[in-house]
Each structure stands twice: as C-alpha cells, then as structure tokens.
C-alpha cells in the first residue's frame, strides 16, 4: 500500500472540497431578504440579490414565529434582517 500516494489523493480531495464550499457566496433578497446561495433568489424568484446585509434570523416554523409575522416571512429558511 502506497501511503503517500493516499495522501496525496486525500489532499487534493480536501482541496477540491475547500474550493467548493470554504467561501461559500451567500447574497440577500431584497425583495423579501431572504439569504441565497446562486443567482436567483428561490423563495420569490427575484434576482435583486446583494451581498451586503447584517443580521440573520433562520426561520423554522413561520407560523409558530412573532419574528417571521413581523418580517412577513412565510417559508422556512433564513433570512437577512437588513439589507443595503
Ligand atoms: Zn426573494
């Protein structure tokens, strides 16, 4: 067994993990400030995303939450508290 080829192997996997989700580009709906991930948002299908927001808030039940009914959050997710 060749250890260092293994390792090797496992290096560039770790690599090719790294690339792929170390930074991963979360934007903010500004429609509904709803944090998403590609280019379009999937809860309102806007595409006015920026990445500039603070906050977070991650909805689990939105029935069940004053924070969701005041920020008129619908869906299960997380969301952007302030958007710029
Ligand atoms: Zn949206």
């Given at each position: 067994?060749?250890?260092?080829?293994?390792?090797?192997?496992?290096?560039?996997?770790?690599?090719?993990?790294?690339?792929?989700?170390?930074?991963?580009?979360?934007?903010?709906?500004?429609?509904c400030?709803?944090?998403?991930?590609?280019?379009?948002?999937?809860n309102c299908?806007?595409?006015?995303?920026?990445?500039?927001?603070?906050?977070?808030?991650?909805?689990?039940?939105?029935?069940?939450?004053?924070?969701?009914?005041?920020?008129?959050?619908?869906?299960?997710?997380?969301?952007?508290?302030?958007?710029?």
């Open positions: 067994m060749d250890t260092a080829a293994d390792f090797s192997q496992a290096r560039r996997e770790a690599k090719a993990l790294i690339g792929e989700w170390g930074m991963p580009r979360e934007k903010a709906c500004r429609e400030k709803r944090i998403v991930t590609g280019n379009k948002c999937d299908g806007s595409t006015n995303l920026t990445p500039h927001f603070s906050g977070l808030i991650v909805v689990v039940s939105p029935e069940h939450s004053e924070v969701a009914k005041l920020l008129g959050i619908t869906k299960p997710g997380r969301y952007a508290l302030k958007v710029e």
